[in-house]
Every structure is written in structure tokens, then in C-alpha cells.
């Protein structure tokens, strides 16, 4: 079993706004790419987060092999519960996904 | 045609002067920088200050107030100062005023201001004027009034007011990213949805390049869409680089929202035009049936008084959770016994998920763990008071009662430091207008007169 950071050239996340976390998955190749889209399934980034499947938006890129998904912040950015002011460390959570 | 240079991603980054001085060879119709954005967290326009130096940024502004004087073109910046309050607008025409003064230039300046009143906000509610975004926490007029600074972005109609007063500079409050980009392009009638697209691509600078520290690329705009050339010696735009920049702090990769309006990139086609310059064409726009401009805005959160505490002892690294949990409660209740309660302490443990939380599914201790103390309280002196009284549990705190009293490692002297007053985001909603003018504030300065 790989870790989805092991086969994806790159995880990013970053705050869009102080209220939304968009985490890019960038594939590198249309294989690689069919196989994180098929793996990394809404459900289980939400599980993640310890949110609601349904907050997590979806967006399969195949043209640039990006499997993007987009979801309310954990906490809003900077408040007394934020951990992570500008959003990037989410990313580590997402490439020790199992795939 | 219309040429915009973007000598970086924002004002006080840096950028390659080198590049900035090709950029300006190439004839722009007008220099746009961004002066901020939300990214640096609520503090600042909570307290509507720059997250910059003074000094980098007279040094970096008064380099393009320069360049702006050569090429005989307007400079504009928006979100001056980080947040685009009206106090970090001032701080920046204050700047500008002395660069004026000390290079003995003569600008036309005009400033746009994005603050907005608590209570003319107050009666647009109970209008019905502002709409809630998804998420937006719940607000009030009380909401509104605690707040310490609430801003508007302006779009691309109030960058044309400003830059139709003939002014040489424009300096703006908040603004989104894209509008001092698309205005002048859009006032000159090229492609809307290639003014919107090409503004988007270009508001973190060389970002949307093989080389980002390069900073400087131009943009020209055009009947059917824009072309970008990155001024950095080794920078290339590619189809690649410049699409993939759509995904960048965007939650969704085809949609903008602006005011007035969104842009739709799903029908773009990206072509390269050669190895390091990149056409685009087939974005839309699509005008909205409502004008709206987003509110931001942030207010007083309490005071925090922090502390650090490094342990390395291996028994207390590895119970180092429940002897945590113990100096919480401890300590809470000894400050409630104390100074009443209304205060909050917690420690997090770094080292082992200080950063994640509870959302960690990998944290494992090393051989010592950081414990940051964080005491959130209503006052400064509240605040500081019970971080006196969780210091000696942070330094002497035994795992069981049989133990000898442990001491553990404060890197400092005090080891607690007053962060002040903490802020937080509370708004995240659009205010309708009628007239995009009515919620922003205009006016123009002769410097060096």
C-alpha cells in the first residue's frame, strides 16, 4: 500500500479566503491521476477533516492531472482554536492517505 | 491594446529589478501591485496596520513611484497596507508624501478609501442588503459595531473612478486582487472575461511561472483574451503553468466572483505562443443581475499571554498528554480561585501535533516535546495574570505526588509574552449597492505642488 504523497508529484493546501481550505493533488500523469481520483474519494478526505461529505467540493482536472477538492476551514482562519494560520500543513494530512 | 506591468505578487516581496526594468522597455499602460490580502490572519486589519516594515516599504514604493515616473504611467496599488483599512491607506499615503517630498516629485495622487461604518452597514441589513457566503458566521448589529475595522473590495469600477481622475497614482483601499489589474483594460473596452482571466493570472506576480521570485510580468489585453510574458530572465509561462494558476488559494479552479459579476475560465484555451509567453482566449464573464461587493471585517477577540516550555525528560515525553491535561486542570482551577473565570488555557504540544490537533492520524512523540502555553483571557491583565499562575506548573509540575519536584526548560526569562489583544475574522458576506461609488470614499492630492 502507498501513501498518496508517495505517488502524487505534489500535495498543496492553502486557505482560500480566511473561511475555505483548497487542497491540490497534482497527479503528474493521466495514470497516476485516474488512479488518486479513484482512491481519494470525497468521503474519505471528509473523514479527514472530521467533516461532512457533503461541504467537500470536487474538481477532477483531467487536462492538468490536478484532483482538487475544496471544503470550509477545520476553523476559521485565525481564530483562538486555528493551528495553522495560512492552511498549508492540512496538506500532510492528505498525502498519508493510504491509495 | 492595453499593457499592464506587475512587478510582483505585493508590495514589500521583493522582485528582480532587472525584470522591472525590462518591463518597463516594453512600454506598460499602467504599473498594478497588490499591497496585501487575508493571508496573514485577522491581526492586521483588526488593527488596520501593515504586516510590512515601514522602512522596506518606502524603500520597494519609492523604487516604483520611480520606475511609474519614467515610463510616464499611472501606479496603482491596491489593498495598500496589508488589510486596506483606512488607516493602513494613510500610512501609505504618508509614505508616499515623503517620497514625494525628499525625490522632489511632482504625483497627482488619488486615494480610494474601502472602510466602512458600523451603522451605515447596521441599516443595509435591516435592508436587506447584505447576503450571507458560504460559511458565514452569524451576524448582528452588535456583531458589526464590535468590529475594530470593516472593509469593502472594491472592484473594478471603483479603480476606473479612481484612475478616470487623471491621477499618476492611485492608492486604494481594499480592493479584490484582480480589479487593479482588469480596470484599465476593461475602461479600454478589451475582452471582459480576458481582463478578469488574465488579471487573475497575474495578481501573485511571476507566480504563475517556472521561476515565481522573478516577480515582474506584463499582461496584454486584447479584443479576444491576453498574453503573458514573464519579465524574469529565466521565467517561462507555459499553457501549464498559467492554468494551474486558476487552482492557487481559488476553491474553485473555473469561477471567480468579482462585483458585478464572475468569470468562467471552463472554455479557455491556453496557447504557447513561443517558449516562455502564453495566450489566452475563450474566458467568459458573466455579469451578475445584483452589484455586490464583499465585507470583510475583524474585531477584538480577548488578550493572549503565551509561554513555552521545552520537556525532555523521557518518562514525562512519553506521558507528556495526561501530564498536560492535569496542568490544565490544575491550573484553571488555582486561576479561578484566584481572578474568577472567563479566561481559557490550553497547551499544545509541539513536537507531537501542534500543528494538526485532533486531526492528526500520525502523531508520535520524539525525544522531547515543546509545550506552548496559550492563555486567552477579556483583558491584557486578566490574561497575564493567570499565565503567572500556570508558569510554575509548566516548570515544576510531578507526573505522581511520590516524585521529587522535576523542573523542565523555559527557554526565557520571563517565559511568558503578552501577544496583546488576538482578532478575529467575522464576516464573510456581500453588501448590495446601487451605485458602485456609494459604499467607497475618493479623493485626489497634488504632491510636490
Given at each position: 500500500?502507498?501513501?498518496?504523497?508517495?505517488?502524487?508529484?505534489?500535495?498543496?493546501?492553502?486557505?482560500?479566503?480566511?473561511?475555505?481550505?483548497?487542497?491540490?493533488?497534482?497527479?503528474?500523469?493521466?495514470?497516476?491521476?485516474?488512479?488518486?481520483?479513484?482512491?481519494?474519494?470525497?468521503?474519505?478526505?471528509?473523514?479527514?477533516?472530521?467533516?461532512?461529505?457533503?461541504?467537500?467540493?470536487?474538481?477532477?482536472?483531467?487536462?492538468?492531472?490536478?484532483?482538487?477538492?475544496?471544503?470550509?476551514?477545520?476553523?476559521?482562519?485565525?481564530?483562538?482554536?486555528?493551528?495553522?494560520?495560512?492552511?498549508?500543513?492540512?496538506?500532510?494530512?492528505?498525502?498519508?492517505l493510504d491509495v | 491594446m492595453v499593457k499592464?506591468?506587475?512587478?510582483?505578487?505585493?508590495?514589500?516581496?521583493?522582485?528582480?529589478?532587472?525584470?522591472?526594468?525590462?518591463?518597463?522597455?516594453?512600454?506598460?499602460?499602467?504599473?498594478?501591485?497588490?499591497?496585501?490580502?487575508?493571508?496573514?490572519?485577522?491581526?492586521?486589519?483588526?488593527?488596520?496596520?501593515?504586516?510590512?516594515?515601514?522602512?522596506?516599504?518606502?524603500?520597494?514604493?519609492?523604487?516604483?513611484?520611480?520606475?511609474?515616473?519614467?515610463?510616464?504611467?499611472?501606479?496603482?496599488?491596491?489593498?495598500?497596507?496589508?488589510?486596506?483599512?483606512?488607516?493602513?491607506?494613510?500610512?501609505?499615503?504618508?509614505?508616499?508624501?515623503?517620497?514625494?517630498?525628499?525625490?522632489?516629485?511632482?504625483?497627482?495622487?488619488?486615494?480610494?478609501?474601502?472602510?466602512?461604518?458600523?451603522?451605515?452597514?447596521?441599516?443595509?441589513?435591516?435592508?436587506?442588503?447584505?447576503?450571507?457566503?458560504?460559511?458565514?458566521?452569524?451576524?448582528?448589529?452588535?456583531?458589526?459595531?464590535?468590529?475594530?475595522?470593516?472593509?469593502?473590495?472594491?472592484?473594478?469600477?471603483?479603480?476606473?473612478?479612481?484612475?478616470?481622475?487623471?491621477?499618476?497614482?492611485?492608492?486604494?483601499?481594499?480592493?479584490?486582487?484582480?480589479?487593479?489589474?482588469?480596470?484599465?483594460?476593461?475602461?479600454?473596452?478589451?475582452?471582459?472575461?480576458?481582463?478578469?482571466?488574465?488579471?487573475?493570472?497575474?495578481?501573485?506576480?511571476?507566480?504563475?511561472?517556472?521561476?515565481?521570485?522573478?516577480?515582474?510580468?506584463?499582461?496584454?489585453?486584447?479584443?479576444?483574451?491576453?498574453?503573458?510574458?514573464?519579465?524574469?530572465?529565466?521565467?517561462?509561462?507555459?499553457?501549464?503553468?498559467?492554468?494551474?494558476?486558476?487552482?492557487?488559494?481559488?476553491?474553485?479552479?473555473?469561477?471567480?466572483?468579482?462585483?458585478?459579476?464572475?468569470?468562467?475560465?471552463?472554455?479557455?484555451?491556453?496557447?504557447?505562443?513561443?517558449?516562455?509567453?502564453?495566450?489566452?482566449?475563450?474566458?467568459?464573464?458573466?455579469?451578475?443581475?445584483?452589484?455586490?461587493?464583499?465585507?470583510?471585517?475583524?474585531?477584538?477577540?480577548?488578550?493572549?499571554?503565551?509561554?513555552?516550555?521545552?520537556?525532555?525528560?523521557?518518562?514525562?515525553?512519553?506521558?507528556?498528554?495526561?501530564?498536560?491535561?492535569?496542568?490544565?486542570?490544575?491550573?484553571?482551577?488555582?486561576?479561578?480561585?484566584?481572578?474568577?473565570?472567563?479566561?481559557?488555557?490550553?497547551?499544545?504540544?509541539?513536537?507531537?501535533?501542534?500543528?494538526?490537533?485532533?486531526?492528526?492520524?500520525?502523531?508520535?512523540?520524539?525525544?522531547?516535546?515543546?509545550?506552548?502555553?496559550?492563555?486567552?483571557?477579556?483583558?491584557?491583565?486578566?490574561?497575564?495574570?493567570?499565565?503567572?499562575?500556570?508558569?510554575?506548573?509548566?516548570?515544576?509540575?510531578?507526573?505522581?505526588?511520590?516524585?521529587?519536584?522535576?523542573?523542565?526548560?523555559?527557554p526565557f526569562s520571563p517565559p511568558e509574552?503578552?501577544?496583546?489583544?488576538?482578532?478575529?475574522?467575522?464576516?464573510?458576506?456581500?453588501?448590495?449597492?446601487?451605485?458602485?461609488?456609494?459604499?467607497?470614499?475618493?479623493?485626489?492630492?497634488?504632491?510636490?505642488?
Amino acid at each position: 500500500m502507498s501513501k498518496l504523497g508517495d505517488i502524487a508529484v505534489k500535495v498543496r493546501s492553502k486557505n482560500a479566503g480566511p473561511f475555505w481550505l483548497t487542497v491540490d493533488i497534482f497527479c503528474g500523469t493521466p495514470e497516476v491521476y485516474a488512479q488518486v481520483c479513484a482512491a481519494v474519494t470525497s468521503t474519505r478526505v471528509a473523514a479527514l477533516f472530521k467533516a461532512d461529505p457533503a461541504v467537500v467540493d470536487r474538481y477532477e482536472m483531467a487536462s492538468l492531472s490536478v484532483l482538487k477538492l475544496s471544503l470550509p476551514r477545520p476553523s476559521i482562519q485565525g481564530t483562538r482554536q486555528d493551528r495553522d494560520m495560512h492552511g498549508a500543513s492540512f496538506a500532510a494530512l492528505v498525502a498519508e492517505l493510504d491509495v | 491594446m492595453v499593457k499592464v506591468l506587475i512587478p510582483s505578487g505585493a508590495l514589500g516581496l521583493g522582485y528582480d529589478r532587472a525584470a522591472l526594468a525590462r518591463g518597463i522597455a516594453q512600454n506598460p499602460d499602467i504599473i498594478a501591485i497588490d499591497g496585501g490580502s487575508t493571508d496573514s490572519g485577522p491581526h492586521y486589519l483588526g488593527t488596520g496596520t501593515s504586516k510590512y516594515a515601514r522602512g522596506s516599504t518606502k524603500a520597494e514604493w519609492r523604487e516604483l513611484m520611480e520606475a511609474r515616473a519614467e515610463a510616464g504611467v499611472p501606479l496603482i496599488i491596491g489593498t495598500a497596507g496589508t488589510c486596506g483599512a483606512d488607516s493602513a491607506v494613510d500610512w501609505l499615503v504618508d509614505i508616499t508624501r515623503e517620497i514625494a517630498a525628499e525625490a522632489g516629485m511632482k504625483v497627482k495622487l488619488a486615494v480610494l478609501k474601502s472602510g466602512q461604518r458600523p451603522d451605515a452597514l447596521s441599516d443595509a441589513l435591516g435592508q436587506g442588503k447584505i447576503t450571507p457566503l458560504n460559511p458565514a458566521p452569524e451576524i448582528s448589529d452588535d456583531v458589526l459595531s464590535s468590529c475594530s475595522n470593516i472593509v469593502a473590495l472594491a472592484g473594478a469600477e471603483q479603480i476606473q473612478a479612481a484612475l478616470d481622475t487623471g491621477a499618476d497614482i492611485v492608492i486604494a483601499g481594499r480592493t479584490t486582487d484582480t480589479a487593479i489589474i482588469s480596470a484599465l483594460p476593461l475602461a479600454k473596452g478589451c475582452h471582459a472575461g480576458g481582463a478578469w482571466h488574465g488579471a487573475k493570472i497575474g495578481e501573485c506576480g511571476a507566480l504563475a511561472t517556472t521561476a515565481p521570485n522573478s516577480g515582474t510580468i506584463l499582461i496584454e489585453f486584447d479584443a479576444e483574451g491576453f498574453t503573458i510574458t514573464p519579465m524574469g530572465a529565466e521565467a517561462r509561462a507555459t499553457p501549464h503553468t498559467v492554468s494551474a494558476h486558476m487552482l492557487y488559494e481559488n476553491s474553485n479552479p473555473d469561477v471567480l466572483y468579482e462585483p458585478g459579476g464572475h468569470l468562467d475560465v471552463s472554455r479557455s484555451h491556453y496557447t504557447a505562443l513561443d517558449d516562455r509567453t502564453v495566450r489566452v482566449t475563450g474566458s467568459e464573464w458573466i455579469v451578475s443581475d445584483r452589484y455586490t461587493v464583499k465585507l470583510e471585517g475583524a474585531r477584538l477577540a480577548g488578550f493572549q499571554t503565551v509561554s513555552l516550555v521545552t520537556v525532555r525528560d523521557p518518562r514525562y515525553v512519553e506521558n507528556i498528554r495526561a501530564w498536560c491535561d492535569d496542568i490544565v486542570t490544575k491550573a484553571t482551577a488555582k486561576a479561578e480561585a484566584r481572578v474568577g473565570d472567563g479566561f481559557e488555557i490550553e497547551l499544545r504540544l509541539i513536537g507531537l501535533d501542534a500543528t494538526l490537533g485532533g486531526l492528526d492520524t500520525a502523531a508520535k512523540a520524539g525525544t522531547e516535546v515543546g509545550v506552548l502555553g496559550m492563555v486567552t483571557a477579556p483583558t491584557e491583565a486578566l490574561s497575564r495574570e493567570v499565565a503567572k499562575v500556570l508558569n510554575p506548573y509548566l516548570l515544576h509540575h510531578p507526573l505522581t505526588e511520590e516524585e521529587e519536584m522535576p523542573t523542565f526548560a523555559f527557554p526565557f526569562s520571563p517565559p511568558e509574552v503578552s501577544r496583546g489583544a488576538v482578532y478575529e475574522f467575522c464576516l464573510n458576506h456581500v453588501l448590495e449597492l446601487d451605485d458602485p461609488m456609494d459604499a467607497f470614499a475618493l479623493r485626489v492630492e497634488e504632491l510636490g505642488a
